[in-house]
Structures are given as C-alpha cells and as structure tokens.
C-alpha cells in the first residue's frame, strides 16, 4: 500500500465584489433608461499612490487567479455584474441605483447591472441586464457577450481554474458537456454498479485504472529499497531480504490476491499479467488496495467515460452545441435557467465578471446565434488563448495594468472607467514582506499597507510612529481595524496523514485527532500574545463573521479536540494552563495508541509507527523564514510536546511561500497553517466537496476547484453540503452547515485558529483621509470607491 500522495479560493468575481466593491449586481429594467453621471469638474493627481503587498504569485487573470492578492490586481483592472453593500447584501437594482442605511448614514450603491431572479416549481432563473454605456479600457464597448463568453469559458470541460459554476445546475449544463440530448437522462451511479453486465465499461476501467496503477506500483516498489524510511523499518527490510525482485514484493507484499502463486518462479511480464488478471476490471479492489478506498478511482475521468460509453448505445440522441439554460435576450441582457433553487447559486451567476471577449478570446471565433462562444470550446485546447493572459490582465475596471516589474505592479487611471476618471493616475501595489508593512508605511516608502498582520508587535511598531503613540492612529499612519471574512486555521491532509494509505479509517482519524490536540490546546496562549484584541480564537471552521458560524449557546457546541478517544472530557474548568498540557499530551498519547502506535511506557516514547504511518511529519508554517505567523508558536510549543513522546514535527518556515502553495497545488503537503478568505454565503462545495481536491490525483473531478486541499472524502459531507444548497431557510441551512462542520472535525483534518481584524494602515501625510471610503466593511473594502480617492496637496 502506498502512501498517497491555502487561502480558501473564492470565485473571482464575487472576490471583487467583497473585497475592492468595484462590481455590479443585476435586474431587468426595461423602462429605466441607463442614466448618465453628470460631468463634474474632478481633480487629477499625478503622484503614484504605493500601496505595500505580500507576494504575488502572477496570476492575474479573472479566469484564474487563486490568491487573494492576484485577485486583488485583476480585480483593478475588472467589473463584475453584482453590486454588494456595506452589509453584504445585494443592490438588485443597481443601474439606478439604491440608498441604504449602515452605521446611522445613507449611502447610495450603484452598479453596472440590475438582477431579477424567478423562482418556478422546477427551476429558478436570473435575468442580468448591464448598462449600455460601459467600454473596457482599450475603449471597446462592452455588451453581454461579453459575459456569455465568460460563461462558457469556466463551464468548458477543459476549465481549469477556481470558478465553480459548474457546480449550479444549469439547465443543459450536462447535455453541453456531453454533446448529446440523453446526456441528462444518465445516471452514472446504477450503471457503474451494473458493471459487470458491461463489456464496455470492463475494459474501460481494466485498461485506464487497473493497468496503468499497477504499472505505476511496480515502479514505486522499486524505488523503495533505496528509501531510507522504509530501509529503517525492521518489517520492510525483512521483506527486502526476502524478495530482492521488485516484482515479488509488488506481488507478495502489497497487491498479490493468489496465495499459492509462486511469483519468484516466473518473469516480470507474466507477474504483471497475472495481477492483470487477477483484478480485471475490479476498481474497487483495487481501490482497497492502492488507498484503503473501494470507490478511491471512481473521478471524473470513470464517470465521463461512463456517460460516453452510455451515450454511445442510446437511441434518438442528438448534438447538443449550446448550453440551454443561457440565454440572450438582447444586447445587454443575459437569463440563465437552473433546475432546482440553489441559495448560493446567485453569488455564481450574478458575480460575473465582464471579461473583454476581443482581448481573452478570439471575436472571430463568437457567433451566439450559430453556437461560437469565442473561443474553441469543448476542445483539448480550449484554455489556451485564454491562458496566454494570465499575467497581463484588461477590463472595465477603475485603473489599467501597465507591467509588473521589480516586484511592482504598476496600473494607469482608465479613462474609459464608467463612473469617471479615477482621480489618482498612477496607483503601484509593491511587495513587501508582513514584517516591512508598517515600516514602508511609516518611512514614506509606501502611503498603504493592504494587509498588516494585526499583532502586538506590530501595533508597537506603529506607535513608534506617531507622535501621541496611538497604538492604531496618530500623526503618521491610520489604521482600519475591520473583522476579516475569513480565518486562520492549520491544515492536516487526509491523504499523506494517515494509516495504512485509508483517508477515513478510524485509526487514520485517530492518528490526526493525536497532532490535533496538542496544537488546538496551545491556540489561547499563543492568539492572544501575538494578536492581542486583534483576534479572537475560534473552534469550528467557519469565520465568526458567518451566520452559520456555531455559537457557545447552540446546542452541541464545544472546543475543538477537546474530548479524548474514548469521547471523555479532556480538560476541566478549574484546570491551571499546566494542567491543560500535561491533559492534552496524555489525551494525544491515547489517539495515537489507538492509531496503532507502539508506545514504550518505560521511556514513555513511541517507538514505531503503523504502516502507512510515521514517526515524523514536516508543517510548512508561510512566516518568511522568521516564524513571523500567528500559529508559529501554537507549532513550536507542539513540537517539543510530540517530541517528549517520541513523534517528531519538523516546522518548515521557508522565505518563499510558493514553497508552500506549491505543495498544495498538488496536494503533497502533510500539514500546513494557512488562511481562508470567504464568501456572504458559507457554501462549502469549493473547499470540502470530494472531488475538488488537487486535480492531479484520482478522486478529483476534471472541474476541481483544487482547493479541497484537506483531501476529505466522505460521502455523507458532500450530501450535505449539496442539501444546503438547495433551501432558502436559514435555520435548516445553519443546523446542516453544523452536522458538515461536526464531519469535517471528526476527520481532524483542520484545527481552526483564529478570526482576526483586517488591519489596512493609511499614511496620514501623504493620502487624504478625507476622500476615503468611509464605514469601510467587511464587505465594503477601502479600494470600493477609489476612482474618488486622492493624494494630500503636500
């Protein structure tokens, strides 16, 4: 068996609609004529204004940006169809706009698009129509082709970014994907279970699954007797001893059905063949084998080749060139149609974004009536125009991206933006380490810092700057404390943490609920030195900002990993912080027993790991080779505690966080500390559903969002984040999101952190506080009216 192989992403137009406020939400007005701005007479500095970033990663693409501070440049450079208020909640009517009461004030919201949405007995449909004034920064005129181009390119099969519209139900989505009129009708689920009444289906899976993993297993049994972990341990350097061949090992030791088979007596070829036969087209077999998980191979390439092999036997079906559910009604307006309600269909579909057909696409190639989206859809190579922008980003957003360059971002006011010229010309976002923000800010070396960490330390540190030693406002640099929607959390994957290769088993769970206690117990001590009144620690993962979020009054509520194997209570009230370690320790001890582990009671070590298990595991802690992160600590006092009892937890902090991101790309990390950025509606699909883990890895869905970086697979959670979906009742919504939080805490694979205070500082000097956004929100970000910002006269 072998062992398998941050920011939670969200969809990227409603990432511009939460963070810089810039887009538009929709609804038909056909007798509202698009009103014009009277032309005011508006000020023009030409002084850049710098504002100091962590770092980028380039994927500046509204198709595939992922971190927030991509998200962050293409969203200056974008529109998006949904308009959001400082509450978080839609202006439907934003073309004419609407006022709204917050924090005592009015405040008038107005956006790019109006939405209407019609809920019928069996479908709900969105009607979108955008003003008809809107050009994108080159000066092209925009229209709803646009945003049917933007459509079809994140519902193509070939998708590969974090959008997840695919997701939503779409009436026609699946008769489109599959280029057939039965599409629809097909139920992949009874036909796989009926696989042994089809031929087909057989050497389907006997040529794509069981061939080519055993073909790979022998490779990897080989590479083992020059592993220096399995060269360690006494079982498998018996084994080694025993079977010098790799074959015989592959046979004997890990994927052999025939006991009385006798591989050393036969070649390398006829062992292969023997296995070949021996699992035919059984997946599940080989499921148990290869991952303790019968139905570990059944992904998204099993269920298309299904529906192809059943499309391909029905009767009466035709070509499908277009997705049914979307529909052009004019210029300007778009409807889609989905089967069913959805609560968070909304956010999808009305947080479009008007991504420039001419620029990503190929206008040439775009004939709505004649079934050409722009692009060549549905094709192996559908992503590839769109791909060749990824770092050079255009739209109808308020500035224009000129270059990055030195590790600067650099955009130009766009004359063309809809509401007027944004009045500060240049605008750069440059990099800079967390450690440098209130520094560059301080020093003038910067006039913003997007994201401080809102530390002790460094609100000392920006004391220091102002003269009446204000710990968040003063002479020199202003602060924004603003609740994050969001959290920070330490990850454990399911997929490389675990015994016997089995994600879900008990000892598997019980081998993280071990590392998950002892870093949950440390989580008070360590938020508080380092956050003071900045953050707050949290026990389930969700932000506190959610409605959904679980409260201490709600029934079944308690600390994270805070009761032992046998389900006791691991700590007490009257418990000392001491008592609470030694507590904790001593709970872990247990889990780790029941993992499997040997523990030497003499010396009070684990001395061996179960197999698939091990003794050590690396967490990649972001904080720039300086253990400058809030769950550095929580993992440095972890670490001492696992090794008193013999585990280690070697803490990698490495100066680039790509180290880290990397890993999670592909899912080869074991556990890491991160931060997760959410969305208004606490839909879990992106982050927790089965199929969205890294699209390298079987299991995983060719329209992953890749962000399941946790590799949960559990059936039971993803029908109930499916259920969720599907009511528009809050109380049923919150009470099912507790049951998927309750799943997703059982399988240990998330210690929840921390909900922290954005921190955004402001050089009270050089930027003119006054022209400001003010109530700045969760939801209402400080860039939300940056066209009106400007730069002090000094």
């Avoid at 998204?300 to 049914?324: F, K, R, S």
């Avoid at 620029?359 to 709505?368: H, N, P, R, V």
């Avoid at 117990?521 to 900002?545: K, L």
Wanted: charged content about 20%.
């Amino acid at each position: 068996m072998k062992s398998q192989k941050l920011l939670k992403v969200v969809a990227f137009g409603l990432a511009m609609v939460l963070c810089l406020g810039i887009v538009a939400a929709c609804k038909p007005a056909e007798e509202t004529p698009t009103p014009t701005p009277a032309p005011t007479a508006r000020p023009v500095n030409n002084t850049p204004l710098v504002v100091a970033y962590q770092e980028f990663s380039q994927k500046f693409s509204p198709f595939f940006a992922t971190t927030g501070y991509d998200q962050d440049v293409a969203g200056m450079t974008q529109l998006s169809l949904m308009t959001i208020d400082r509450a978080g909640a839609i202006v439907y009517n934003a073309i004419e706009g609407e006022t709204r009461s917050y924090n005592g004030n009015d405040y008038f919201y107005s956006g790019i698009a109006d939405i209407e949405v019609e809920t019928l007995e069996t479908t709900t449909v969105y009607t979108l129509k955008m003003r008809d004034d809107i050009k994108f920064s080159d000066g092209t005129p925009a229209s709803i082709d646009d945003v049917i181009f933007y459509y079809y390119v994140v519902l193509d099969p070939a998708y590969t970014g974090a959008t997840t519209l695919s997701s939503h139900n779409i009436v026609g989505y699946e008769n489109y994907r599959y280029n057939s009129s039965k599409a629809e009708e097909i139920d992949y689920v009874p036909i796989l279970a009926d696989i042994d009444n089809n031929e087909a289906l057989q050497t389907w899976v006997a040529e794509n699954v069981i061939k080519p993993t055993l073909d790979e297993e022998l490779v990897w049994a080989e590479s083992l007797y020059t592993n220096e972990k399995y060269l360690a341990n006494a079982t498998y350097a018996a084994y080694f001893e025993q079977y010098p061949d790799r074959k015989d090992l592959l046979y004997n030791v890990f994927y052999g059905l025939d006991k009385d088979y006798d591989s050393t007596k036969h070649t390398e070829e006829e062992v292969m063949a023997k296995l070949y036969e021996e699992y035919g087209y059984d997946y599940q077999e080989m499921g148990n084998g290869y991952a303790g998980d019968p139905n570990y191979f059944v992904d998204q390439a099993m269920i298309d080749a299904i529906y192809e092999i059943a499309l391909a036997a029905a009767e009466g079906a035709a070509a499908v060139p277009n997705i049914a559910g979307i529909k052009k009604i004019d210029q300007y307006t778009v409807e889609v149609t989905t089967n069913g309600y959805s609560a968070n269909s909304i956010y999808q579909i009305g947080a479009a974004t008007l991504a420039p057909l001419h620029y990503y696409g190929d206008k040439e190639l775009y004939d709505y009536e004649n079934n050409k989206f722009g692009f060549k859809n549905r094709e192996p190579d559908a992503m590839d125009l769109i791909e060749t922008h990824t770092t050079q980003p255009l739209g109808a957003g308020a500035y224009k991206f000129e270059k990055f360059e030195n590790k600067i971002v650099y955009f130009k006011a766009n004359e063309n933006y809809w509401k007027d010229t944004p009045i500060i010309q240049n605008i750069q976002f440059k990099e800079t380490t967390s450690t440098d923000m209130v520094a560059a800010v301080g020093t003038g070396d910067a006039d913003v810092a997007s994201e401080v960490t809102g530390s002790k330390e460094r609100f000392t540190e920006i004391a220091s700057y102002n003269k009446d030693t204000n710990a968040e406002s003063g002479d020199t640099i202003t602060s924004s404390l603003v609740w994050n929607l969001g959290y920070g959390y330490i990850g454990i994957n399911a997929g490389t943490v675990n015994v016997g290769g089995s994600r879900d088993s008990e000892a598997s769970k019980n081998l993280r609920k071990g590392l998950a206690t002892i870093l949950a117990v440390y989580r008070d001590v360590v938020i508080d030195s380092y956050y003071g009144t900045a953050a707050t620690v949290i026990e389930y993962p969700i932000s506190s900002t959610s409605w959904a979020a679980p409260q201490v009054s709600d029934e079944g509520y308690r600390l994270a990993y805070s009761v032992d194997v046998d389900g006791k209570d691991i700590y007490t009230a009257d418990m000392t912080a001491t008592e609470k370690y030694d507590a904790a320790k001593n709970a872990a001890i247990g889990f780790f027993k029941a993992a499997g582990y040997t523990f030497d009671e003499a010396t009070g070590k684990f001395t061996a790991a179960p197999e698939g298990a091990k003794l050590e595991y690396e967490i990649i802690i972001p904080g720039q080779g300086k253990g400058d992160h809030p769950n550095f600590q929580v993992a440095s006092n972890a670490e001492a505690v696992l090794d008193s009892i013999g585990i280690k937890l070697i803490i990698n902090d490495p100066a680039d966080s790509n180290v880290l991101w990397n890993k999670l790309d592909v899912g080869a990390q074991e556990l890491w500390t991160a931060a997760w950025g959410s969305t208004i509606d606490p839909d879990m699909y992106q982050v927790y559903y089965s199929t969205n883990i890294a699209k390298s890895l079987p299991g995983a869905a060719s329209n992953s969002s890749g962000s399941n970086h946790y590799q949960i697979m559990d059936k039971e959670l993803d029908d109930l984040i499916m259920e969720a979906r599907k009511s528009a009742d809050q109380t049923y919504r919150k009470t099912t999101y507790k049951a998927c939080l309750d799943i997703i805490m059982d399988w240990a694979v998330e210690i929840p952190s921390y909900q922290r205070k954005n921190v955004i500082i402001f050089s009270t000097k050089s930027v003119d506080l006054d022209t400001l956004t003010k109530d700045i929100t969760t939801y209402w970000g400080w860039m939300a009216e940056i066209e009106n910002l400007q730069m002090t006269a000094g």
